[in-house]
């Protein structure tokens, strides 16, 4: 049985994402996302689950900026799970002066906040379980919290399905030291990160290299290196997998381009949509034209 290290304690939603991608695996909650991913590097967990994008909030820059750090690793499965959250409170509680919860979450229900429970301080926690914990221990009154948590921890539900924006989601990913990669199948994310140098069109360079072969963006963030006042690191997620000829030669372009470059995973996309590739950059237009060149150099064709 493999060890799966997740953002816990138990109870988060991104307990409900490890069960999720590794269904029957062991789970051991980490207090914090970069000591998840960091129990993957010492080999303490076999992978991490850790959450990467919210579609309300957008990313989670925890997760970024442990990816880009210390030991490399790649994300080798994706889930995304629809995030409407419970309201917990002590048994016998009468009046709520303080709600917990992760800033996801308790950016996610401001407006119901301000109009259930008036006057009401958010306080933010490390996740949204440890805010059930705190409130069972008597720290802030009421949890925002998974509807799940409720199963762990002895609180009452005060409201479900809270949430000012319907149809919330969240991308969780599940993250291995860097090793055999998951197959192609046609529909599938690509992830990078690169520290483009302060320098007029540096960002523009690396996106024209994606741009030119077709290749469709999913996801673009800036993070501080935090070395120098200025200068950003870029995540890049686009369609498509390190295996396919037109991508491998997307990331051979971006490497020219960027020494600095970091190959965070290809997998599976978990929103199913099929990738359109434009005219001339199908994989077979790849191939085809490096064989031309190969028979042109053979004396062959010209
Ligand atoms: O705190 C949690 O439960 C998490 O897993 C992180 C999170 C917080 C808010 C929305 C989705 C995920």
């Keep these: 049985m493999s060890r799966i290290a997740y953002f816990g304690p138990q109870g988060t939603f991104t307990e409900q994402a490890a069960r999720r991608l590794a269904p029957g695996e062991e789970l051991i909650p ?3 996302i970069p000591a998840a991913l960091a129990s993957v590097r010492s080999g303490a967990a076999d992978a991490a689950c850790v959450p990467i994008e919210n579609s309300v909030e957008g990313a989670v820059t925890a997760t970024l900026d442990s990816l880009s750090e210390a030991e490399p690793l790649v994300a080798v499965a994706e889930v995304l799970l629809p995030v409407h959250f419970s309201v917990l409170t002590r048994p016998g509680t009468t009046e709520i002066r303080t709600v917990a919860s992760h800033p996801h979450a308790l950016a996610q229900v401001r407006h119901w906040v301000e109009a259930n429970l008036p006057g009401a301080h958010p306080v933010a926690t490390s996740s949204t379980a440890a805010a059930a914990v705190a409130v069972d221990a008597g720290e802030f009154d009421a949890a925002v919290a998974a509807p799940v948590a409720v199963e762990h921890y002895p609180l009452e539900v005060l409201a479900t399905e809270v949430a000012d924006v319907r149809d919330a989601k969240t991308r969780f990913l599940l993250v291995r030291t860097p090793g055999e990669l998951p197959e192609p199948t046609g529909a599938d ?9 302060n320098r007029t069109g540096a960002l523009a360079e690396l996106l024209t290299e994606l741009a030119v072969r077709g290749i469709n963006l999913t996801k673009l963030d800036a993070r501080p ?6 200068e950003y690191r870029f995540f890049i997620d686009f369609e498509g997998h390190v295996a396919e000829p037109r991508i491998g030669d997307a990331l051979a372009a971006l490497r020219r381009r960027c020494r600095n470059v970091r190959f965070l995973g290809s997998h599976p996309r978990a929103d199913d949509g099929t990738t359109e590739i434009e005219p001339g950059a199908a994989n077979e237009d790849f191939t085809d034209a490096i064989d031309w060149v190969e028979s042109v150099r053979k004396g062959a064709q010209a």
């Excluded at 994310?189 to 140098?197: G, L, N």
């Excluded at 290196?225 to 200025?230: E, H, I, L, M, V």
């Design 225 to 230: 290196t935090r070395n120098n006042f200025g």
């Design 189 to 197: 994310r690509t992830s990078i990160v690169a520290a483009a140098t």
């Design 30 to 32: 980490a207090e914090t």
